[in-house]
């Protein structure tokens, strides 16, 4: 079982020739709303790719909390850990162009959650093979499931965006932490490189189209990314964390996860919708085998 502690939105997704200037209104060429949220497209990941997923979090009492509970249930996630709360979802404003994406998250119900939320579910998550947690919900309730699964001794994905500095206080509890080239940055300065030597084996940085590096305790690995014919990266990230979490919950060695997680975010941005291009596992294998990875 596969547990992600973590948000739900609605993406609100625009498409514009570029992005606009300072002060300047701009014609759009695209609008589409969209299930999302970091929690849940890492949700929907794992279980495209065959994980047993259930998911905790939760959403507000409007429309757009039914359509996300409602799409999580069609995926065959388990939304018993997802509660109810007054007022708004949450919903991400996303801004396409010329392949890449400008976010703003307004989190809505994702924060009207905090620590009792991982301790209500706490045999669930001692139950898990692995959990997965990111940053858009408090980060009292990151750092409790992150204590839970300690104490459990279930192995935990870190993935600390939207980055944060207080997120440095976690990541002694995580078992693997995934930031992005930007969020490694921001977390361990200009020279992050030289962190990936004191989490040797735990901190995989992602490097979009390039791949993913890491330390495995003697020397720097390099995991190539994959060709892809790029559409939307929106939720290239979130593929990468749901597809890492199945395939190491499927026993693979940290080199080979990452290379099956590479090819799990190729494949996300061919599709427009971080959600809907989450691949199944037939594809991803089908990847695999082109061998555009190192």
């Not at 750092?143 to 839970?148: D, G, N, Q, S, Y």
């Not at 279930?154 to 080239?181: D, K, M």
């Not at 940085?205 to 890491?214: D, E, H, P, S, W």
């Amino acid at each position: 079982m596969i547990t992600v502690v973590g948000s739900m939105n609605m993406d609100l997704v625009v498409g514009a020739p570029r992005f606009p200037k300072q002060g300047e209104t701009i014609l759009g060429d695209l609008f589409a709303t969209a299930p999302g949220g970091k929690g849940a497209n890492q949700a929907v990941a794992a279980a495209r790719l065959g994980g047993n997923v259930h998911m905790i979090g939760a959403v507000g009492n409007d429309a757009f909390g039914v359509e996300l509970l409602t799409t999580l249930r069609g995926e065959g996630i388990n939304t018993a850990g997802v509660s109810r709360t007054k007022g708004m979802s949450g919903i991400a404003n996303i801004l396409l162009t010329e392949g890449d994406n400008r976010i703003i998250v307004v989190p809505g119900a994702n924060h009207t959650i905090g620590p009792e939320q991982a301790e209500a579910f706490e045999q669930q998550l001692a139950a898990s093979s692995i959990v997965i947690v990111q940053l858009e919900v408090p980060l009292d309730l990151v750092t409790r499931t992150l204590e839970l699964c300690r104490s459990h001794q279930v192995p935990v994905i870190l993935n600390p965006a939207p980055a944060a500095e207080a997120a440095r206080n976690l990541l002694a509890l995580a078992t693997y932490i995934t930031p992005n080239e930007t969020e490694a940055e921001e977390l361990f300065g200009p020279a992050w490189e030289r962190a990936l030597e004191e989490y040797p084996n735990r901190l995989i940085v992602t490097l979009g189209k390039a791949g993913a590096r890491f330390f495995n305790g003697e020397r720097h690995v390099s995991v190539k990314g994959f060709a892809a014919e790029v559409a939307d990266t929106t939720g290239a990230g979130d593929a990468f964390n749901g597809a890492l979490g199945v395939a190491l919950s499927e026993g693979m060695e940290l080199r080979e996860a990452i290379r099956f997680a590479n090819a799990a975010a190729s494949l996300s941005v061919e599709k427009i919708g971080a959600q809907t291009g989450m691949p199944e596992w037939a594809a991803v294998v089908e990847r695999l085998s082109q061998g555009h990875s190192g």
